[in-house]
């Protein structure tokens, strides 16, 4: 399945072995009470109670005389520890440890005569007792009501010395909250003790809430207050030192006047009604640390036949609701829905209907999230029992005691991107793979070996062009949080076709408004998004195009022989030497594809300046990061597109097992146009995005495009761009082939296709009538280019063995005569080794070939 739940914590079997052990313990001392078996007939009473920031799990069991016992499990070191005992006959609400272990604060209450504990009866008490359990000694009772009470110790960030003040939450039912200020001091040793027990400190943080929900994790109290019948959100931050700060208001457009009030991670809460959820709204808040900010809301069910569903997306500025349809218009749901965060995503599952894999870190196209209905087996393989999504990854199960860190299954997900025809869902699972991989070179290995055998198979977007910006966005992103809003994350911008089973509505939402001037740590980084939002019109992604006029000037001043400066040529020569040893020294293994053979002065062209243009991109907006820091991010980053690009094209020619002299075979196989075909595609991608290709890849498809294409096909390829005729593909071509009649079109179709200078460069490589003639045309060119014309003699004077035929004889005679006079020049313009008895000859030569003589 798509999603894999490992279990960190099971109550059955790192609880209930350790609880058999003490009692048989207490059994041989001859201790009060029942045996081991007493335990058994009382396991139903056994649950857990709460999860503290530091991962610590506390828990609760009733003996056979209904004795309470709170104990606590060490995630980090898997044992358990007995805290206390109540000997009365109480239902525990909520209980909670300080980080130290010295307090234990707990809210009980009695059982009805109905046997109730859902609702308290008139004249019924809530006790809320703080306990000084290092050791066992005075029980404080801190609050005696009618109605609950919820309570939660703040965690310090950094758990170092014993804290000499500690902070306890207390919420309640009657919609306030406050915050208990608790001194302690050691006496005799190591005992802890309250300092002045008679009185503690309180303040009051929040009242006249509907709804609330606490961060473990970070420390953060999240609510819902009703202003003018309008739903608001806060969130309180706390410090260390117990302080706080209100940090925002968002207005969201829900409706809970009606709902009642409800609780969301204080503890686990066994009073609802967990058969019912589907009566009941399900709202939570998401974060993680690049500075995202979801709410995720569905209302309660009205319809059978679809389900609704809301996510705030405040660090974009939009929401989304979505309406998913479910297996049939008489399915009856009985199971709520559950959201679960997993980093740069959110989890929504219906069980039994549907799983939505949201992205959360890049929601705009609904593309870039998975949605699987209940035709897919992960939708049947996920618990059916209501799940606790708590903070960070943790999921709890309350029904099964068990916890569980929930982490995305690479290996289905894979598998899964085999066997899907949906372009949707091939995008989705893509993008899945590449974000959350633990293992990026493995991965990216899986996947180059998927495009490779599908690189046709998507027709809403290019398969490599996607794969090769992301996975380079990717490599480069956890250096800084701000890259997602300067480098392209995909290649798709625009997403029209539906997804099957879901509907989708857009609208734009009130960005929250931040209470505190001074920001730090995720703060900084919610409000860097939220400024992003409001100011930046349009988008600051960056777009390689942008140095197309700039490249192709370059190309066009080579040509005719004008220079840039110096400096700024050596600039961007020395960047595309950088990247390529960037690129080496990342891979160390040979490649057998023949790349990296040649200057391909374009292509380091292209590298140098979009290493250049990137760079001061990267400059302009991000800021307080060094500058040799931004220098080297750039770097990875080209030299990671063009690895991926030799990846790719290396597995396959791995996998077809060619040979770098392709032209050694007479006939192409079958392999040979299978890598040629992905070369094809390769070049596509790259050009669309004007990306730069590895040195060597043209010579490389050209040489392969001869070997497979027909003549007329080859030629078309060249005349319309697709095969570039480098200076190294025709030299190989004009040594490797021989002269037969096939060969020679080849040749001659080539090099009446090159530039002139190129053109005259390869003439001296064929030795064939054809090519003196077209060296013998060029040199006559050159001398009659500036020619005047002078009185001569009529007399001609004849040479032995000169031809009868005038006009040659005369037209020779000039040639001569111009040559002697610019020796220099045309020593200088290369044009040593031809002259006027070369240029008789060749004449000579091509006159009998056309006689047919």
Not at 444 to 463: G, M
């Amino acid at each position: 399945m798509a999603l894999r739940l490992v279990s960190d914590f099971d109550l059955r079997k790192d609880v209930l072995p350790w609880l058999r052990s003490q009692r048989a313990a207490s059994a041989a001392a001859g201790a009060r009470g029942g045996g081991p078996g007493v335990l058994e007939n009382n396991y139903e009473s056994l649950r857990i109670l709460n999860v503290e920031r530091n991962e610590n799990i506390i828990y609760t069991y009733k003996d056979d005389k209904g004795n309470v016992f709170f104990g606590l499990y060490d995630c980090r070191t898997r044992q358990n520890e007995h805290l206390y005992t109540f000997e009365k006959d109480l239902h525990v609400v909520s209980c909670s440890v300080n980080s130290e272990r010295t307090l234990l604060a707990a809210s009980l209450v009695h059982f009805t005569k109905e046997g109730r504990k859902n609702e308290l009866q008139p004249g019924s008490k809530c006790l809320t007792l703080l306990v000084e359990i290092h050791p066992v000694n005075n029980v404080k009772v801190l609050k005696a009501v009618d109605s609950y009470i919820w309570v939660q110790f703040l965690y310090p960030h950094v758990e170092s010395h014993p804290l000499a003040e500690n902070h306890l939450l207390l919420i309640s039912e009657e919609k306030y909250i406050e915050k208990f200020h608790i001194q302690v001091i050691q006496e005799d040793g190591n005992r802890v003790v309250l300092k002045d027990s008679g009185h503690l400190p309180r303040e009051r943080v929040a009242e006249d809430f509907v709804w609330a929900q606490w961060d473990m994790s970070e420390q953060r109290l999240y609510y819902v207050d009703l202003k003018m019948s309008r739903s608001v959100l806060k969130c309180i931050q706390f410090s260390a030192d117990g302080k706080f700060n209100l940090m925002f208001e968002a207005p969201l457009d829900i409706t809970l006047s009606d709902s009642g009030f409800k609780l969301v991670n204080f503890g686990c809460d066994d009073l609802q009604d967990q058969k019912n959820l589907s009566k009941h709204l399900t709202l939570c808040v998401f974060t993680n640390h690049t500075g995202t900010l979801c709410v995720c809301y569905s209302p309660k069910f009205d319809s059978w036949g679809k389900i609704t569903y809301t996510v705030f997306y405040f660090h974009k500025g939009h929401s989304k609701t979505f309406t998913a349809a479910l297996r049939s218009v008489d399915s009856h749901v009985t199971k709520g829905l559950t959201f679960l965060n997993l980093d740069y995503y959110v989890a929504v599952y219906l069980p039994g209907h549907f799983f939505h894999l949201l992205n959360i870190q890049h929601p705009d196209l609904i593309c870039h999230s998975l949605f699987l209905t209940g035709n897919n087996e992960v939708v049947d393989m996920l618990p059916h029992s209501p799940l606790q999504s708590l903070s960070g990854s943790l999921v709890l199960d309350l029904c099964s005691g068990k916890l569980y860190r929930a982490v995305l299954n690479q290996s289905y997900l894979l598998q899964f991107l085999w066997n899907t025809q949906l372009d949707c869902e091939k995008m989705a699972v893509l993008h899945c793979v590449l974000s959350c991989g633990r293992d990026p070179q493995f991965l990216e290995a899986k996947l180059i070996q998927w495009i490779s055998e599908n690189v046709s198979a998507c027709h809403s977007f290019d398969l490599i062009q996607e794969f090769i910006i992301a996975s380079s966005y990717w490599s480069i992103y956890p250096e800084t949080s701000n890259m997602d809003k300067l480098l392209p994350y995909s290649s798709v911008f625009a997403w029209d076709t539906e997804i099957p089973g879901i509907a989708l509505v857009t609208e734009e939402i009130p960005l929250p408004f931040m209470k505190v001037h001074s920001f730090k740590g995720y703060w900084e980084k919610l409000n860097s998004n939220l400024e992003y939002v409001k100011y930046s019109k349009p988008r600051l992604l960056y777009d390689n195009s942008m140095i197309r006029k700039e490249w192709h000037s370059l190309i066009s001043e080579e040509k005719t022989g004008r220079r840039r400066s110096m400096v700024y040529m050596r600039n961007i020569r020395e960047n595309a030497m950088k990247v390529i040893s960037n690129l080496e020294a990342r891979n160390l293994e040979p490649r057998l594809t023949p790349l990296f053979q040649e200057e391909d002065n374009h292509q380091r062209l292209l590298m140098g300046l979009m290493v250049s243009e990137l760079k001061d991109h990267l400059l302009r907006h991000l800021q307080g990061i060094e500058k040799k820091k931004i220098e080297q991010m750039v770097l990875d980053y080209v030299s990671k597109l063009l690895d991926l690009i030799c990846q790719i094209l290396e597995t396959s020619w791995r996998k077809h097992h060619l040979h770098p002299q392709l032209l050694h075979c007479r006939r192409a196989s079958a392999a040979e146009f299978t890598v040629f075909h992905l070369m094809t595609r390769i070049l596509e991608a790259t050009r669309t995005l004007f990306l730069p290709l590895p040195p060597g890849f043209h010579t490389l498809h050209t040489m392969l495009g001869v070997h497979c294409l027909p003549l007329h096909n080859l030629l078309h390829y060249f005349d319309n761009g697709v095969l570039l005729l480098t200076e190294t593909a025709v030299t190989r071509l004009m040594k490797d082939l021989d002269n037969s009649e096939k060969n020679e079109k080849l040749k001659f179709s080539i090099i009446v296709r090159l530039p002139p200078l190129i053109g005259q460069k390869i003439c001296r490589l064929w030795d064939h009538p054809m090519s003196s003639n077209i060296i013998s045309r060029n040199h006559v060119r050159v001398l009659l280019l500036n020619y005047k014309k002078q009185p001569r003699s009529s007399m001609i004077d004849k040479s032995p063995g000169s031809v009868e035929f005038l006009p040659l004889n005369y037209f020779i005679e000039i040639l001569a005569d111009i040559e002697s006079s610019n020796r220099a020049l045309l020593a200088f313009e290369g044009h040593d080794n031809v002259d006027a008895k070369f240029v008789e000859e060749a004449a000579l030569k091509h006159t009998t070939m056309l006689l047919g003589l």
